[in-house]
Antibody, heavy 119, light 107 residues
Framework: EVQLVQSGAEVKKPGESLKISCKTS????????IGWVRQMPGKGLEWMGI????????RYSPSFQGQVTISADKSINTAYLQWSSLKASDTAMYYC????????????WGQGTLVTVSS | DIQMTQSPSSLSASVGDRVTITCRAS??????LNWYQQKPGEAPKILIY???SLQSGVPSRFTGSGSGTDFTLAISSLQPEDFATYYC?????????FGPGTKLEIK
């Protein structure tokens, strides 16, 4: 069974750093891409970027390039999303999702990680 | 970047109704168009991929059509569990942007 299990909710202050995780199982991590999607409170889905589990080739949306870093550790089948200096506007739910090559869609999703940034 | 628009942004309908949601891409994307459903407090779920292919396990009352720049999601005979927000997404080129969503509410 394919599973993507994300790390728990975080409450941070502006300027702090953060790294959230997406641990996968049930499929061959190195053969697939994992994407990250932001959903701000009451708003729609925003595609942030995607990373290949095998070679860590990463593509970012221009809207998020330089604002976040996406990484992966294939030894533990886990993808990460990190910030070096959080802003209040980073408050959102963040989802990881597995990208199906050939089909070109997200077929499995994590449960989401709520990040709250407040002073 | 390819921008996606959806209409309407919200829609009220009754159980048993047929509804359609439209998605438009800012440039041609062939059939690289997906539809997701999201219910409150849940992660999105894939319904339709490649414009018209029904994901396994999704009821046949959901149908997708279109190619190029204009696409449609149709739901025949609405069921109570269909009231949710629907997003289109292009998978033609990165960034694989989503549309702004259509909220389907009970009339």
């Amino acid at each position: 069974e394919v599973q993507l299990v994300q790390s728990g909710a975080e409450v941070k202050k502006p300027g702090e750093s953060l790294k959230i995780s997406c641990k996968t199982s049930g499929y061959t991590f190195i053969n697939y891409w994992i994407g990250w999607v932001r959903q701000m409170p009451g708003k729609g889905l925003e595609w942030m970027g995607i990373i290949h589990g095998g070679d860590s080739d990463t593509r970012y949306s221009p809207s998020f390039q330089g604002q976040v870093t996406i990484s992966a550790d294939k030894s533990i089948n886990t993808a990460y999303l990190q910030w070096s200096s959080l802003k209040a506007s980073d408050t959102a739910m963040y989802y990881c999702a597995k990208w199906l090559p050939g089909g070109y869609y997200f077929d499995y999703w994590g449960q989401g990680t709520l990040v709250t940034v407040s002073s | 970047d390819i921008q996606m628009t959806q209409s309407p942004s919200s829609l009220s309908a009754s159980v048993g109704d047929r509804v359609t949601i439209t998605c438009r891409a800012s440039q041609t994307i062939s059939s690289y168009l997906n539809w997701y459903q999201q219910k409150p407090g849940e992660a999105p779920k894939i319904l339709i991929y490649a414009a018209s292919s029904l994901q396994s396990g999704v009821p046949s009352r959901f149908t997708g059509s279109g190619s190029g720049t204009d696409f449609t999601l149709a739901i025949s005979s609405l069921q109570p569990e269909d009231f949710a927000t629907y997003y289109c997404q292009q998978s033609y080129s990165t960034p694989y942007n989503f549309g702004p969503g259509t909220k389907l509410e009970i009339k």
